[in-house]
């Protein structure tokens, strides 16, 4: 029997301060923990299944205060009894050996709801600030995936050993190790470098925002090239969700985004990103192509149009699944009133869509 298998919801946790636009519009969410205690709260009962954490160690462009991450994802995850917590980790100010050992305490605390999201660095003045070495676009993505067969062979093998050009282990037993299952390894980027990676290493490849179609092109690269190594790698998408009950409220809202979008600081992180994405020897990294509207919202947003009213967004959300896309990631601009409404008035929709086509699919069997 055919039987859609329903598509995952995730948001950003607003850990960094200053919210996810680069917009002086008034943001009614909050960087501290008792803001986001409640939101994850929230997210929970509405119908969210992952949390995404962030990292950064130095301000830029409005986000002057950043809680780290892990640190923060456990708290999250005490504050909650079904979310999972995905918590940020960059190699570099982290090694392997630490990492395995933060995240396995982590696991075993929480009984499962922590996983990672392994960044490869994008913002070369926060690595001069922390004296950590900028390495080149994809020598940076050679040590994300030894970071992370590292990580995995100390959670799963006693006796690890590992000989790699950035990390050295020697019959390294870690106990105790992670409960089953293994925490989920996500990674970020849209480069070839990054999808080269997911395909031989990643449980899950994040990506910034896109079409259907922009979606398809990476999603058919990564899983031919997983599928030669009998993997699957499952696919989240970014998303900045503007609902409202009229798509004329929710296209002002995006205006007045735009509208008030600090210049001076969307070309400071325009400057920045290029050291990411565009920097990337194919040229087709995360911010190769975003214009300054994209660049309003970190990570393309807006472009997966998720903008207008509850049946708009709910259509959408699908024709992402139907390019591939297993989870949605999504931001807000006021994070715990608009994730309460999202619970309320799209994800339904999202399900009664998908149990529609399921019903269609075993009538036509
Ligand atoms: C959903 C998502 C979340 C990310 N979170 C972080 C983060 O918290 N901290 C960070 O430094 N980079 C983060 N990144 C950046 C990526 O790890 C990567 O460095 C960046 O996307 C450049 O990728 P590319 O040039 O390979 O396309 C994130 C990227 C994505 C798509």
């Known amino acids: 029997m055919t039987t859609e298998t329903p598509i995952k919801f995730a948001y950003w946790v607003p850990n960094v301060s200053g919210g996810l636009v680069i917009s002086n519009i008034e943001q009614r969410t909050h960087w501290g923990i008792d803001y986001n205690r409640k939101l ?51 190699p570099g100010p982290w090694n392997p050996a630490l990492a395995a ?68 282990f020697r019959n390294y037993t870690m106990k105790p190790k992670p409960i089953d299952p293994q925490p989920e390894i996500f990674q970020g980027g849209s480069s070839r470098a ?35 190594q009998g993997r699957r790698v499952k696919i989240g998408i970014n998303s900045f969700a503007i609902a409202r009950d009229t798509e004329a409220e929710a296209r002002a809202v995006l205006g007045e985004i735009i509208d008030k979008a600090n210049p001076d600081a969307v070309h400071g992180f325009a400057h920045e990103v290029k050291n990411a994405g565009a920097a990337s020897p194919e040229g087709e990294g995360n911010w190769a192509k975003s214009s300054f509207d994209d660049l309003v919202q ?12 509850p049946e708009q967004i709910a259509g959408r959300i699908i024709a992402l699944k139907d390019a591939g896309a297993d989870l949605v990631l999504l931001g807000f601009l006021h994070f715990q009133e608009e994730v309460e409404f999202f619970g309320k008035r799209v994800i339904p929709l999202v399900r009664e869509l998908e149990a529609n086509r399921s019903r269609t699919a075993v009538a036509a069997e």
């Open 40 to 90: 994850a709260q929230i997210a929970e009962a509405a119908g969210f299944e992952y949390a995404l954490s962030q990292i950064r160690f130095t301000a830029g462009y409005g986000a002057d205060n950043q809680h780290e991450s892990v640190s923060f994802s456990h708290a999250l995850a005490a504050a909650t009894e079904r979310l999972k917590i995905i918590a940020a980790l960059l």
């Open 101 to 168: 050992k933060q995240i396995a305490t982590i696991n075993n605390l929480t009984e499962g709801r922590i996983a990672v999201n392994v960044v490869s660095g994008w913002f070369r003045g926060e690595f001069s600030a922390i004296g950590e070495p900028w390495l080149d676009h994809d020598e940076r993505y050679r040590r994300s995936e030894e970071f992370i067969r590292a990580m995995r062979g100390i959670w799963s093998e006693d006796d690890f050993t590992f000989a790699g050009d950035f990390y050295r």
């Open 194 to 228: 990054a999808r080269d990676m997911a395909a031989r290493v990643s449980d899950w490849y994040f990506t910034n925002g896109n079409t259907p179609e922009g979606l398809a092109t990476q999603v058919e690269d990564i899983r031919a090239k997983a599928a030669e």
């Open 298 to 309: 970190y990570n393309d947003g807006f472009r997966s149009n998720l903008i207008g009213t």
